[in-house]
């Protein structure tokens, strides 16, 4: 380790401050993750495979304007640095398009169908996939401290996952609130927009960007020069680790549509009491908030390859006795194993940032030229191609079970894949995670890089 990544940069305010900014945006995004299926299937009354096959070709449409903008804030220099001003602009319009999403006139159903259709490929592949890049990125610009890059993380998606288990209880509160229907939607969507807006400036005026540096470039000339996108995607293209930390992603992403998504279906389809939404959600997310405090500690003792390793092992073992005992009827030991699924979990949710961090780092060393925007679009990339392959998935099986959202009894097909979707999925998408994770030995290579280089 050099002396860059051991010296300090981040006071508490600076850390705390760029965490709050994933719990406002997670009140956007993920009110759309949890309900925006629900909402168009039982209350708009649209079809769930139309709706999950429009969703899954928008996600691939942000995968191109992920790799653009990545490559955007890489090209960026001002005052206020390279990622921080994409952050500050992209939240206003964001938070708006959440709320036009929510607000599908009354019209023709192919209407609605292009009615969403745009302004879901606008909010994602413009506004969020600027946000969230922006926001990921600037863990790697305004500290080189790899623990101050872990507190982050672990920080980050406390904030993340608080905010995930928050709505999932209040939800169905403010819609009660404010009516329900398609009012009650709206407004729910309003209070999330103004909320995740309040957040995401915060954050944006917390922290600072450390200056540009060049020291370990084996050629400085090259790295002062803004690189083209095609430049940027060679050099990707030659990064073995981040197409193992897009896989990770996408599977990670794929996870959390399964469990936010399908849970909605599942409680009230399955369990038959949607207010259990709320204690599925709390089961996941409050043992991995818990968690994620002691992962900075976990790390520092046996690294962050080892502490993956471990933790992923539990997590497959946990995930594949959630997916029997499921469906068994055993509601408290299901809440239990699902539990434990987060619990071992959490190592992955607090470094992989710093892994981010560490490709780029990868991708430096070998260079010379700073890609960091690019590399931590593989983190955009992963959301959307995991929760639009995640949303069409769950569209395409509940139809071809048939089930129909305006349907006050659904068939036992239905029944039996809502309760697959939810509990098996998960299963098989923890073992890729894990056999991922073992791949993923870029602190190791880059430690001999640098060794090399010296």
């Not at 995740?196 to 790295?223: F, M, R």
């Not at 071992?344 to 607090?350: E, K, Q, R």
């Not at 769950?394 to 048939?402: D, K, S, T, V, Y």
């Not at 073992?431 to 993923?440: D, E, P, R, S, V």
Request: glycine residues 8%; proline residues 3%.
């Amino acid at each position: 380790m050099n002396e860059a990544q051991k010296k300090t940069y981040l006071k508490p305010y600076n850390k705390l401050g760029y965490a709050v900014g994933e719990f406002g945006t997670n009140f956007v995004i993920n009110f759309i993750t949890f309900f925006l299926l629900l909402y168009l299937t039982d209350t708009v009354g649209l079809n769930s495979a139309v709706i999950g096959t429009l969703i899954l070709v928008a996600k691939l449409l942000d995968g191109i304007s992920d790799m653009i903008f990545g490559n955007l804030i890489d090209r960026t220099h001002t005052r206020w640095g390279k990622a921080r001003p994409w952050l500050f602009g992209s939240t206003f319009p964001m938070c708006i398009a959440l709320v036009l999403e929510f607000a599908i006139p009354n019209m023709s159903t192919t209407a609605q169908y292009a009615y969403f259709m745009v302004v879901y490929a606008v909010l994602n592949s413009v506004f969020y996939t600027a946000n969230s890049i922006s926001f990921s990125t600037l863990s790697a610009l305004i500290t080189k401290n790899q623990n101050e890059r872990v507190q982050l993380g672990s920080l980050r998606f406390m904030f993340a996952f608080s905010a995930m288990m928050i709505i999932s209880i209040i939800t169905s509160k403010l819609l009660g609130f404010f009516g329900g229907g398609t009012y009650g939607w709206r407004m729910t969507a309003i209070c999330y927009a103004v909320f995740g807006c309040v957040l995401n400036v915060i954050s944006c005026l917390s922290v600072k960007e450390l200056p540009e540096e060049d020291e370990q470039a084996p050629d400085k000339e090259k790295t002062a020069q803004s690189l083209s996108l095609i430049e940027s995607l060679k050099i990707l293209l030659k990064n073995k680790f981040f197409f193992i930390l897009l896989g990770i992603n996408i599977a990670f992403y794929f996870f959390s549509c399964i469990a936010g998504s399908a849970g909605g279906y599942y409680t009230e389809r399955v369990l038959g009491d949607p207010s259990k939404f709320g204690t599925l959600q709390i089961a996941i997310n409050l043992p991995l908030i818990l968690t994620l405090s002691i992962v900075p500690a976990f790390v520092n003792k046996f690294g962050i390859f080892k502490a993956n390793i471990i933790g992923m092992t539990g997590a497959v073992i946990a995930s594949i006795l959630s997916a029997i005992v499921g469906n068994t009827g055993n509601f408290t030991l299901f809440l239990v194993f699902l539990a434990l699924r987060s619990i071992f979990s959490a190592p992955l949710m607090g470094t992989i940032n710093t892994w981010t961090a560490e490709v780029a780092e990868y991708s430096f060393l070998r260079s010379g030229k700073h890609i960091e925007g690019s590399v931590f679009s593989c983190i955009s990339i992963g959301n959307k191609l995991g929760s639009g392959i995640g949303s069409a998935v769950i569209g395409w099986l509940l139809a071809m079970a048939g089930y129909v959202g305006t349907m006050e009894v659904q068939p036992e097909s239905a029944i039996s894949m809502i309760a697959f979707i939810y509990t098996g999925i998960p299963a098989i998408l923890f073992a890729i995670m894990g056999i991922l994770c073992f791949c993923m030995k870029v602190e190791k290579v880059n430690q001999e890089l640098r060794e090399a280089n010296k």
